[in-house]
C-alpha cells in the first residue's frame, strides 16, 4: 500500500516531515531509515523519498524522483456552497469533493443561511487527508466563509453558474459545463437562495442550472455539481 505525506515546502533533495506526519510515519507506520515513501506539496508535484532519519518528531527524507503536474486536470472547478447546519455533513462534502476532484471551494454566506461560523483549521485538516487518501498531488483552495454578494461581485474568468430550486426556466448544468476550461458554480442553503440573491447572480451574467429531476440537499448537490464538471470535462 503507498504510503503518503503531506510536505508543503520540499526544496532540494531532503525534506522533513512536519510533528504529525512523522510521528504517524515512525510510530503508527513503524517506518525506519531505508524505507521508501511518496510525498506531495499540494501544489501538483509527486515525490518518491527514502527515510533516512527516522525520528518522530522530525523525520528526515531524501528525496528520490519528482513528477510535476502529477494527475493535473485539465479544467478548473470553483465550488462556493453554503453550510448546512450539520458541519459534518458539510466536512463529508470536503472529503468528497477532494477526492473526486476540485479546485477551489468557498463556504457561502446566504440569506438562508443556517450555519455562520466555521472551523478552518478543521476544515484544512479533512481536506488534506482526502487529498492524501485519494493520492492527489494538488491541494485545493479553502477560502473563508465569504459573503455571497463579495463572491457574485468578485471577477471570475470563466463560465458562473448558479443552482437553485426556483421554477423559472433554467438549462442543466452537465449541458452548459461540458468543455469549460474554468468554471465557478454556487449552491445555496437548505432554504435555498434569496429571491433578490437569484436575481443579483442573473444581473451578474451567472447562469440559472439544474441539477437533475431531484430536489437535493446542499452537500449532496455540490457533489452532484462536482461530478458533473468532473464528468463533462474528461
Partial sequence: MMQLFYTPDIQGTTCLLDETESRHAVRVLRLTDGDRINLVDG????YEGRITEADPRHCQIEVISKTPEFGKR???????????????????????ATEIGIDEIT?????HSERRTLRNDRMQKVVVAAMKQS???YLPRLNPLTPLHDVLCDRFDGKKFIAHCDDRDKKQLKDEIKDSPSSLVLIGPEGDFSENEIELALKKEFIAVGLG??????????????????????
Fill in 107 to 111: 463556504p457561502l454566506a446566504c440569506d
Fill in 74 to 96: 485539465r479544467h478548473y472547478l470553483h465550488l462556493a456552497v453554503a453550510p448546512p447546519k450539520n458541519n459534518d455533513r458539510f466536512e463529508w462534502f470536503l472529503e468528497k
Fill in 213 to 234: 429531476p431531484s430536489r437535493l440537499r446542499t452537500e449532496t448537490a455540490a457533489i452532484v455539481a462536482c461530478h458533473t464538471a468532473n464528468l463533462m470535462n474528461e
Fill in 135 to 137: 493520492v492527489k498531488a
Fill in 43 to 46: 501544489m501538483g508535484n509527486f
